[in-house]
């Protein structure tokens, strides 16, 4: 069965520094994975993706990032974080050989302060 | 750009009763989702159909049921609702070529 991992409920980072959100897998076979995001009381809102190809994925809103299949993570990063950003970010993955829905980690709650 | 429409986006129930949410696709997606989201979790995935048919079933309990008509357009369907059954529910959409879900807001049930 495929799964995801989000070891941290919560990150903390100053606004203007880096970011990175961990998230790991489980998945027989190459993985499709996802990174969401969800403001208050709304739907989650796709920021980015890997398939095949490059390891370094690029997303929307400056996020990308990073599959690293060894270690099976895909970590978000972001270069310097802002107070917007701050939301509750889902992992996802899903089995390209069964089933066509996602799986969800239990989610990071991302908090940037001022 | 169309997005996922759900509706309502908000339904207030009493236990016992039963509540229909209403989902339309992206058009020219031809798969649709349904998840659950509880306080505080994560989305758990109930159901889905591909071309009108279920093609995958996850959690969704037996007084639940879904179904995807000829406009693509997803209902589903609760019954004997229970307290715990008060959620955030998320009906999804997607193509054979974007693997990517498109979400929409959510439908919000409350249960009392």
């Known amino acids: 069965a495929q799964s995801v991992a989000q070891p941290e409920d919560q990150v903390n980072v100053a606004e203007g520094n880096p970011l990175t959100v961990k998230c790991t897998y489980s998945?027989?076979?190459?993985?499709?994975l996802f990174w969401y995001v969800q403001y208050p009381n709304r739907g989650l809102q796709f920021l980015l993706k890997y398939i095949t190809g490059d390891n370094l994925v690029k997303g929307s809103y400056g996020f990308e990032a990073e599959f690293n299949k060894s270690q099976t993570s895909f970590h978000l990063k972001k270069p310097s974080a802002l107070v917007s950003d701050s939301a509750l970010y889902f992992c996802?993955?899903?089995?390209?050989?069964?089933?066509?829905?996602?799986?969800f980690g239990s989610g990071t709650r991302l908090q940037v302060q001022p | 750009a169309a997005g996922v429409i759900q509706s309502p986006r908000h339904l207030i129930k009493e236990k016992r009763e039963t509540a229909t949410l209403k989902c339309y696709p992206i058009?020219?997606?031809?798969?649709v989702y349904w998840y659950q989201q509880g306080p505080g979790q994560d989305p758990q995935f109930l159901i889905s159909?591909?071309?009108?048919?279920?093609?995958d079933k996850g959690s969704i309990p037996d007084r639940f049921s879904a179904q995807q008509f000829s406009d693509y357009h997803s209902e589903l369907n609760m019954s004997s609702l229970e307290l715990g059954d008060s959620a955030l529910y998320f009906c999804?959409?997607?193509?054979?070529?974007?693997?990517?879900?498109?979400f929409g807001e959510g439908s919000r049930l409350t249960v009392l």
């Open positions: 996802a993955v899903r089995d390209p050989m069964g089933r066509r829905a996602l799986t």
């Open positions: 998945v027989s076979g190459n993985p499709y």
């Open positions: 058009p020219r997606h031809d798969t």
């Open positions: 999804a959409s997607s193509s054979s070529i974007d693997r990517e879900l498109f």
């Open positions: 159909f591909y071309e009108k048919m279920q093609s």
